[in-house]
């Protein structure tokens, strides 16, 4: 039975009782008081009411844990949609990043590759950043310079990574060893998902990878799961229970 019609029906048992009792309080109320007939509630009545009361309310606090736990799984999952689209931005407006500092920015001397989110197994939370490499016109190879602009999120409490599917080419994250990479670049505005043992963007932004779509399952500690879906032909993001 749902939970909810459970304890509507028991809170009308007990609305119910203290209003029969009230009546037959009022009632004794207006006899004449004799040694044989006092006003007043009988024990039973008392009891029943109160582990009535106390069943409608250890309901109640059950359904509201279980409903926070299943708004968390949905926060994370809007909460990372939001930030796979704002990397999704970055990378198709070729945002090199900002400040003094070397990690927080792509150098005017090298070309950005584009933007990433970085996942794993049973991870609480992902990884934002940037990638930029040095083109050598002479041997026509990149070498990558460290991620830039990279920042950390955190799921709530209790919510991890399940999984993360791709198609058409096959990636996945069961291997604790392994990570997915979703890269968003900026040349070509195409979407590459991948699963690698490091980033490994010079082998993510092959054909082999491209327009791969990807679903991403976050699950909480009661279960309840939310999934991400990234198409990579479209750059569609949504998400789904």
């Known amino acids: 039975m749902n939970s909810k019609y459970l304890v509507s029906g028991i809170w009308y048992l007990v609305m119910h009782k ?9 009632t004794s ?6 040694s044989n007939h006092m006003p007043g509630f009988t024990l039973i009545e008392l009891l029943i009411v109160l582990v009535l009361f106390g069943l409608a309310t250890s309901l109640i606090t059950a359904s509201y844990v279980t409903f926070e736990r299943n708004q968390r799984v949905k926060t994370a999952a809007q909460n990372l949609k939001n930030d796979v689209r704002l990397a999704q931005n970055y990378g198709s407006t070729g945002y090199k990043g900002l400040g003094g500092v070397a990690t927080d920015k792509c150098d005017s001397t090298r070309t950005l590759e584009g933007w ?3 996942l794993s197994k049973n991870g609480t939370g992902y990884t934002i950043g940037g990638a930029c490499y ?3 016109a002479g041997t026509g190879t990149k070498t990558y310079d460290p991620p830039f602009g990279v920042k950390n999120y955190s799921f709530p409490k209790g919510v991890t990574v399940l999984s993360v599917d791709c198609a058409p080419q096959a990636c996945s994250i069961d291997d604790p060893t392994y990570s997915a990479y979703i890269l968003f670049e900026t040349a070509t505005n195409r979407t590459f ?3 690698f043992a490091t980033a490994d963007f010079s082998n993510l932004s092959t054909e082999t990878y491209a327009k791969n779509t990807a679903t991403i399952t976050v699950v909480g500690s009661a279960g309840s799961q939310y999934k991400i879906v990234i198409e990579g032909t479209s750059g569609d993001v949504y998400e789904k229970k």
């Open 18 to 26: 203290i209003f029969v009792l009230g009546r037959k309080f009022k």
């Open 29 to 34: 109320n207006q006899q004449p008081a004799t």
């Open 116 to 118: 990433y989110i970085k």
């Open 134 to 136: 040095f083109y050598n």
């Open 193 to 195: 998902i991948g699963s």
